[in-house]
């Protein structure tokens, strides 16, 4: 999460240093391939990225990089903690595509979860008073619904696919995605310009690896809790960099969002321990 703040934080000074937002999200794609492949050939591991499944990865970076055009964007268009706040909303969107698109059954609890982050949200955006930029705050939102289609895409890839080959492909697609926008976006750039573009960049790679490691050696609630405590370096990035505290408002809704996540990551814990008890006492029954 420190890693993941510090790129965002890198994103946003670059952005507001005059770097377009294709640009960049080009440079954070393109860096991680040759790292990617040079790591993997040191250890001869190349064959890691076979796979039968490229127009699936296709499909996951495509959407990908509409969610890091939505993450970069809040990121530059809102001060740090109120944009890493918003994407929190995370869950709250799984659980709705998981009732809606899934049709699987949501209980009260995650329900009310959804209500009481939802509830944040509006407590930080407060509309009608614009306190924040409203362009930023649907990129927040729309980060957060991406995101959580993502997420499926990647539990889908999971079964087949090493998670270095999910992260090396929708490194590969998402710069061929955003190649053919260059031309009418890249400008000239200072040297401090291109290290900001490289820190992006390698950053953002070393930051996927070590949540993908994070998903291998932890349970998947206990990773999604830590989730939160990026909101302490993006305020404390906020205010060394930019001299910005959180508003009373942000302080109010941010908990709410929060507490919504926890739930329901509580919630699919204790109903994947149930889901797995049941299991292994029908196995035990049929045996």
Request: charge should be positive.
């Amino acid at each position: 999460m420190l890693l993941i703040s510090t790129m965002f934080m890198i994103v946003k000074y670059a952005g507001e240093s005059g770097v377009a937002l294709p640009e960049i999200m080009f440079w954070r794609q393109a860096v991680c391939v040759p790292l990617l492949l040079g790591w993997l050939a040191m250890n001869g591991k190349l064959s890691m990225l076979r796979t039968q499944r490229l127009p699936t990865h296709a499909r996951r970076a495509a959407v990908g990089m509409g969610g890091m055009v939505c993450n970069f964007g809040a990121a530059i268009l809102l001060p740090l903690a109120e944009a890493t706040t918003l994407g929190f909303t995370t869950p709250l969107f799984a659980v709705i595509l998981t009732a809606l698109v899934l049709r699987e059954k949501v209980g009260p609890w995650r329900w009310l979860a959804v209500v009481l982050g939802f509830a944040g949200v509006l407590i930080i955006a407060q509309p009608g008073h614009q306190p924040i930029s409203l362009l930023g705050a649907a990129a927040g939102l729309g980060s957060g619904l991406l995101v959580a289609v993502v997420s499926f895409q990647i539990k889908d890839l999971a079964r087949s696919e090493p998670p270095i080959a999910v992260v090396f492909y929708f490194a590969a697609f998402g710069s061929l995605l955003m190649a053919p926008l260059l031309p009418f976006v890249m400008t000239s750039h200072t040297a401090f310009q291109w290290l900001l573009l490289l820190g992006v960049g390698v950053i953002g790679t070393i930051a996927q690896l070590f949540l993908t490691a994070s998903l291998r050696f932890g349970s998947v609630a206990s990773v999604i809790v830590m989730d939160y405590s990026a909101l302490i370096w993006a305020t404390l990035y906020g205010w060394l960099i930019w001299d910005h505290l959180p508003p009373t408002a942000t302080w109010l809704g941010a908990p709410a969002i929060i507490a919504a996540g926890i739930t329901i990551a509580w919630r699919e814990h204790k109903l994947g321990k149930i889901a797995a008890l049941e299991a292994k006492a029908q196995a035990e029954t049929q045996s």
